[in-house]
Nanobody, 114 residues
């Protein structure tokens, strides 16, 4: 299994920006970002996906505000988050598809204050 480690979360005011990083233990052409609100929400919400074709797809909730570039040689994926709002507050996870629901990082907390 591939290991993934997220970093870059923190506390930011509404309208601010954060950049999350996901370092992987091996190269992966497909990588996803998910988020999950702490508390009652049980299922993680899909945020963005890097496809095998080299494109990136975004959830409509973040399209135009988030970008997900890659640094292939460094085995690192990024989630650049701009114009953040309190509704973006969540634990953010990176994910690589594969057996047994793929591979997941441990997550990094993003908190956006109003």
């Amino acid at each position: 299994q591939v290991q993934l480690v997220e970093s870059g979360g923190g506390l930011v005011q509404a309208g601010g920006s954060l950049r999350l990083s996901c370092k992987t233990s091996r190269s992966a052409s497909m990588l996803d970002w998910y988020r999950q609100v702490s508390g009652s929400q049980r299922q993680r919400e899909w945020v963005a996906s890097n496809t095998e074709e080299g494109n990136t797809n975004y959830n409509a909730e973040v399209r135009g505000r988030f970008t997900a570039p890659r640094d292939g040689p460094a085995n690192t994926a990024y989630l650049q988050m701009d114009n953040l709002s309190p509704s973006d507050t969540a634990v953010y996870y990176c994910h690589i598809p594969g057996p047994h629901q793929g591979s997941w990082g441990r997550g990094t907390q993003v908190t956006v204050s109003s």
